[in-house]
């Protein structure tokens, strides 16, 4: 089923649920990782051909991301910025694309008994606070600005 592009709709600039001024695209082709395996969680990315190509713009709310290059690595404690729907304060889904920076931990830190319980490998990137309530489902602080 969620291998089939007919079933997936991308909606592009999406910062409200539900849906509201967002453009909304169809799937034309999903290229899943060479070495993913469904019963593991490494190499969980796939690319999502559109079936009309998108076009950015620097006054519209679409823009790009920035992914990291090929061997590009970075240090721990590095900030990064995570997105999310998550819970709020009242363990309410947010209606509102919320944001917020958070450093990245190591993978030695991730897999300690009261962390991840080495579940973490080392295609996998770790961020967040140990002490928690700041993740991608608990997103407080920030909210997306546009």
């Keep these: 089923m969620f291998a089939d592009p007919s079933m997936w709709t991308v909606h592009v600039g999406l910062t409200e649920q539900p849906v509201n001024r967002a453009q909304s695209l169809a799937v034309e082709q999903i290229v899943y990782h060479a070495r993913y395996r469904p019963k593991g969680l490494d190499y969980?990315?796939?690319?999502?051909?559109?079936?009309?190509?998108?076009?950015?713009?620097?006054i519209g709310l679409v823009e790009p991301i920035c992914l990291p290059?090929?061997?590009?690595?970075?240090?721990?404690?590095?900030?990064?910025w995570i997105s999310g729907w998550g819970a709020t304060e009242g363990d309410e889904t947010s209606v509102v694309l919320r944001s917020a920076m958070v450093p990245l931990l190591s993978t030695k830190t991730c897999n300690q008994p009261e962390v991840y319980h080495g579940y973490i490998s080392s295609w996998m990137i770790c961020a967040g606070y140990l002490e928690g309530g700041i993740d991608s489902c608990q997103v407080q602080l920030l909210s997306f600005k546009h």
């Excluded at 969980?44 to 620097?58: G, N």
């Design 44 to 58: 969980d990315i796939a690319l999502m051909k559109l079936a009309i190509p998108l076009k950015f713009s620097s």
């Design 69 to 80: 290059n090929h061997g590009e690595d970075f240090a721990e404690g590095t900030m990064c």
